[in-house]
């Protein structure tokens, strides 16, 4: 009876080790260059190859993910959880081991929306308390904010050198420019002077009703964001902080706004009717209208300009669009996707 009993142990053993070699064979290890797709319905960060555009990992995060960020080196995302201006989470993910990390607690700043990742610090909005914020991973600290005064501080652009923070208001349709400035006090009539010092300067520019997506164009010049209510595009001239045009673009239910890399084209979706609207820079004028589904959400350019990622939140997949063909070449099915981001490993 004790040999049969040990020659059981064994064959359980032995299925168990074969079982375990299996899984580790099968297991995809995260490619230098990743796609991250954000998942609203099924609350996972997913990993996907893009060149063969399969998801090989999927991580749980949180319980309204809204934005996604990687880190410089490529190995740790970022992504907020929103709760409409009520939460007060950044969840962070190592990339490689694929497995979630201890989550920071953003508060007091509540609602974190936009986020991007500059200086070695990570950038983000927090819309419950009309604020922009900063974390640096180096200590573990929420080390600087801001508040804008203004109505849902939503999405957010820092410049590399994270001397300017950009951000759009949605509800008091504005857009914010942040800037780090060395102020230099006048003399009083004492002729005592202080010292200059550093501050943080606000200039709000109006733009569009219901203006949420934006970007910044390559060359750093001009700030294009589109209103919801309306669909008109606003142009800001970065160096005068002015708005020095609009686009009568009808792009109603505008979400997400991007920049090709050569900075020639605008991609704008739109979350009420799907469509991919696609603009000349310099004419201003529309290029193509392509329909991508029902909701169209997140975008994310290759940096070769060849395809764009659109997260079709109502669809339950992203889109990829051929920016040569202006067609729909193909679909990543993921569950409500929104945010979308890229991971590159040096």
């Known amino acids: 009876m004790k040999t049969r009993h040990l020659l059981k142990v064994a064959v359980s053993l032995l299925g168990l080790s074969l079982v375990c070699s299996v899984t580790a064979c099968t297991a995809q290890s995260t490619p230098p260059k990743s796609l991250l797709a954000l ?58 081991a694929q497995k979630p990390l201890p989550t920071i607690d953003t508060k007091p700043f509540m609602g974190p929306h936009g986020l991007t990742f500059a200086a070695n610090r990570v950038w983000f909005t927090a819309e419950g308390t009309k604020t922009v914020a900063s974390y640096d991973p180096a200590t573990d600290k929420l080390d600087w904010c801001m508040g804008t005064g203004q109505d849902r501080t939503h999405m957010i652009y820092v410049t590399p050198d994270a001397k300017r ?53 390559p060359d750093g010049r001009e700030l294009w964001t589109a209103g919801s209510d309306e669909g008109i595009i606003t142009i800001i001239d970065i160096a005068s902080k002015k708005a020095i045009g ?19 084209r605008v991609l704008i979706t739109s979350l009420r009717n799907g469509d991919l609207f696609i603009y000349d820079v310099e004419s201003h ?62």
């Open 246 to 264: 609009t686009i009568d673009a009808k792009v109603v239910g505008a979400n997400r706004l991007k920049f090709t890399p050569d900075g020639k």
């Open 39 to 96: 998942s609203k319905g099924d609350h996972v960060l997913a990993i996907i190859d893009p060149g063969t555009l399969k998801v090989i990992a999927r991580v749980p995060v949180g319980s309204d993910p809204h934005e996604v960020i990687a880190s410089a080196d490529g190995k740790t995302a970022y992504v907020t959880i929103y709760g409409g201006g009520s939460l007060h989470e950044l969840n962070v993910i190592d990339l490689v």
């Open 165 to 217: 923070v950009y951000t759009t208001n949605v509800s008091s349709a504005t857009v914010s420019i942040l800037v780090d400035s060395l102020i230099k006090p006048k003399p009083n009539p004492a002729g005592f002077t202080q010292p200059p010092h550093q501050d943080w300067v606000q200039t709000v520019i109006p733009v569009g009703k219901g203006s949420e997506g934006f970007d910044v164009s």
């Open 285 to 346: 004028k529309e290029i193509k209208r392509l329909s991508t589904g029902h909701g169209a959400a997140g975008i994310l350019v290759d940096d070769d300009g060849s395809r764009a990622f659109i997260g079709c939140t109502a669809d339950n997949y992203v889109a990829v669009v051929d920016l040569k063909t202006l067609e729909v070449s193909g679909h990543i099915d993921i569950r409500g996707a929104d945010g979308l981001a890229w991971a590159v490993r040096p």
